[in-house]
């Protein structure tokens, strides 16, 4: 059996004749020759480039959430105000990675329709792939997008659920004092009618008016701290039903990919059976035309017979 020789010497040797019968001087066929031992990394595209940009800013929000998961949850390390600017980085960070991850989209769309010919048909089977590939990338960057939002969506109802749970107690509260001192208003009352009656009965109801405006007064505060608490709780409420509708709205995105990987698996189904049907076609017409000469031939056959006998 023959060895394999290395003929990777020779084929340097060769180089180096050609460059120098070519002018080139002594730098210009060492970059030649280095080039060969290392290799230029290869040229991303514009895609691949904003594709692993988009992956670097999940990767720092899913690091900024593992940082400040404690300070978000836990009430005695950081102020409400804290807790706020943390929720509002974090909806700034997902915003910023689904707008890029909908250039994303947008450019495959682009591209998509750009290589579509007149029948709607891809033109190239590589072209169609790349954008299969596509398709796969941001795919998978909105699952990691949607996995981070999970991560702080629970982060949240922590704590709208502390929130809540705070403002119930301080309701009840609210309703026990009242009726408290409204209990206490009575004998206090009740005491001080003895004195007030040696005054003069005009200083009497003008008293009497004040205190009916300051009670109605306490009742009107009372009540709208109620409806504020009230307002404040269903805000909270409304607040985590938007995030969870936002986290719907990303399923269904995803749903909407894995429904295009079908109908791209079915156009592939519709140009095969084209194929075929075009293969069908051919061999119905070759098979009607030996049809015909073989009835042309056995009628000629038979005419012969018939002169010749």
């Keep these: 059996m023959v060895k394999a020789r290395d003929r990777t010497e020779d084929f340097k040797d060769a180089v180096r004749h050609t460059a120098h019968s070519l002018g080139y001087d002594e730098a210009k066929v060492a970059s030649i020759m280095a080039s060969f ?4 990394p290869p040229q991303r595209s514009p895609f691949s480039k904003a594709a692993l940009k988009t992956l670097e800013s999940i990767g720092e929000l899913d690091q900024f959430l593992s940082k400040h998961r404690k300070d978000y949850t836990d009430l005695h390390r950081t102020t409400e105000k804290e807790r706020d600017s943390i929720e509002h980085e974090v909806s700034t960070f997902i915003k910023t990675c689904q707008e890029q991850i909908d250039i994303l989209k947008n450019s495959i769309n682009q591209e998509e329709e750009t290589s579509k010919g007149w029948l709607g048909i891809a033109t190239t089977k590589s072209n169609a792939d790349m954008i299969a590939h596509k398709h796969g990338v941001v795919l998978i960057l909105s699952e990691r997008l949607h996995t981070v939002t999970a991560q702080f969506d629970q982060l949240r109802a922590v704590r709208f659920q502390d929130a809540i749970n705070k403002a119930i107690p301080r309701r009840k509260l609210n309703r026990v004092t009242r009726k408290d ?17 040696l005054r003069a009965e005009p200083l009497r109801v003008q008293q009497q008016l004040l205190d009916d405006e300051t009670r109605a007064l306490q009742v009107e505060l009372t009540n709208l701290l109620d409806t504020v608490q009230e307002t404040e709780t269903k805000m909270v409420e409304m607040s985590a039903l938007n995030h969870l509708m936002s986290t719907h709205v990303l399923q269904q995105s995803q749903q ?3 429904l295009y990987e079908q109908a791209v698996e079915a ?17 119905n017409s070759s098979s009607r035309t030996f049809l015909l000469l073989f009835l042309f031939v056995l009628t000629f056959s038979i005419l012969f017979l018939d002169w010749y006998s």
Aim: proline share 5%; hydrophobic share 25%; net charge negative.
């Design 181 to 197: 001192s409204a209990e206490t208003s009575k004998p206090d009352t009740m005491e001080l009618r003895e004195p007030e009656e």
């Design 267 to 283: 156009t592939k189904n519709v140009e095969l059976g084209n194929k075929e049907l075009s293969q069908a076609i051919q061999r």
């Design 256 to 258: 909407i990919e894995h």
């Design 37 to 40: 031992i290392i290799h230029k």
